[in-house]
Nanobody
Framework: HVQLVESGGGSVQAGGSLRLSCAST????????MGWFRQRPGEEREGVAA???????TYAGSLKGRFTISKDNAENTLYLQMNNLKPEDTAMYYC???????????????WGRGTQVTVS
């Protein structure tokens, strides 16, 4: 049974930084593709960044350069470093995992419950 737990969200002023973490049980990061998604109130969930088994990354075009996805296979932890945050980055952020390399598709089979990021 796969469990994903996000942490690291919070409130920050515009221009600040946060690092989100996603810890997991029930899977090995070296065999799974992982992704970060976000959802603003009243909007659909959107892909932020993804990383495949080999470590290759994919970013939503508008976020590349400010956000960095990485993973620690030994610790089974996924990270999202977010810099120069803007009010429009305010959202619930979710991590996701799947055996297939789904990149920014919302078809991932396993999801965490999310961590709130608020930028003012």
């Amino acid at each position: 049974h796969v469990q994903l737990v996000e942490s690291g969200g919070g409130s920050v002023q515009a221009g600040g930084s946060l690092r989100l973490s996603c810890a997991s049980t029930g899977l090995e990061y070296k065999t799974y593709a992982m992704g970060w998604f976000r959802q603003r109130p009243g909007e659909e969930r959107e892909g932020v960044a993804a990383i495949d088994r080999s470590g290759s990354t994919t970013y939503a075009g508008s976020l590349k350069g400010r956000f960095t996805i990485s993973k620690d296979n030994a610790e089974n932890t996924l990270y999202l470093q977010m810099n120069n945050l803007k009010p429009e980055d305010t959202a619930m952020y979710y991590c996701a995992a799947d055996f297939f390399n789904l990149q920014l598709s919302r078809q991932y089979s396993s999801w965490g419950r999310g961590t709130q990021v608020t930028v003012s």
